[in-house]
T-cell receptor, first 114, second 113 residues
Framework: AAGVIQSPRHLIKEKRETATLKCYPI?????VYWYQQGPGQDPQFLIS???????DKGSIPDRFSAQQFSDYHSELNMSSLELGDSALYFC?????????????FGSGTRLTVV | GEDVEQSLFLSVREGDSSVINCTYT??????LYWYKQEPGAGLQLLTY?????DMKQDQRLTVLLNKKDKHLSLRIADTQTGDSAIYFC?????????????FGSGTRLSIRP
């Protein structure tokens, strides 16, 4: 079965650079969520989109922005990167129209800022 | 996560049962989840329970919910080395469009031979 696809799997950037993370949800899933997991930390909710509109916002820095496109894929744009942005970034998707509960997570993008 | 608490570590002998506990504070939590994360991997949904249930069993996994005490537990029977992972308890208030999930800090389960 198709899963949530995230790209790239690994990314190394320098301080003050920009990064773009991509997420392709499971087909027919209408909601996408972004989470940030620092080393040894629990996943922290960043932002979510439902039907291409932002639906909830968590602890996302102003330097980050995200959007969901017409094909439901989502991109997380991160600018002026800081060392503390090094983390595993997960995307998850869900559907409000099926009986499947809980999110399906992608394998994550590991971002290292040097 | 500030609204969901778990103990950080649990060590059990192979073949024994593991019990991972979690407490949550949001009384409006409708869905409670257990996720498993193996080293360097993503989050895998193991099981979930609705707040109007008090028990759910799925093969080796048993979830118990005490809604009055806001306490959730995951029991893994006949624990195997492949069960070594971090287990996250999580809750969401409502399964509506884009309800975010709040995670606990995770319990690292290690298996002794």
């Amino acid at each position: 079965a198709a899963g949530v696809i995230q790209s790239p799997r690994h990314l190394i950037k320098e301080k003050r650079e920009t990064a773009t993370l991509k997420c392709y949800p499971i087909p027919r899933h209408d909601t996408v969520y972004w989470y940030q997991q620092g080393p040894g930390q629990d996943p922290q909710f960043l932002i979510s989109f439902y039907e291409k509109m932002q639906s909830d916002k968590g602890s996302i820095p102003d330097r980050f922005s995200a959007q969901q496109f017409s094909d439901y894929h989502s991109e997380l744009n991160m600018s002026s990167l800081e060392l503390g942005d090094s983390a595993l970034y997960f995307c998850a998707s869900s559907s409000t129209s099926t009986e499947v509960y809980g999110y399906t997570f992608g394998s994550g993008t590991r971002l290292t800022v040097v | 996560g500030e609204d969901v608490e778990q103990s950080l570590f649990l060590s059990v002998r192979e073949g024994d049962s593991s019990v991972i506990n979690c407490t949550y504070t949001d009384s409006s939590s409708t869905y409670l989840y257990w996720y498993k994360q193996e080293p360097g991997a993503g989050l895998q949904l193991l099981t979930y329970i609705f707040s109007n249930m008090d028990m759910k069993q799925d093969q080796r996994l048993t979830v118990l919910l005490n809604k009055k005490d806001k306490h959730l537990s995951l029991r893994i029977a006949d624990t195997q080395t492949g069960d070594s992972a971090i287990y996250f308890c999580a809750e969401s208030p409502l399964y509506s469009s884009a309800s975010k999930i709040i995670f606990g800090s995770g319990t690292r389960l290690s298996i002794r031979p």
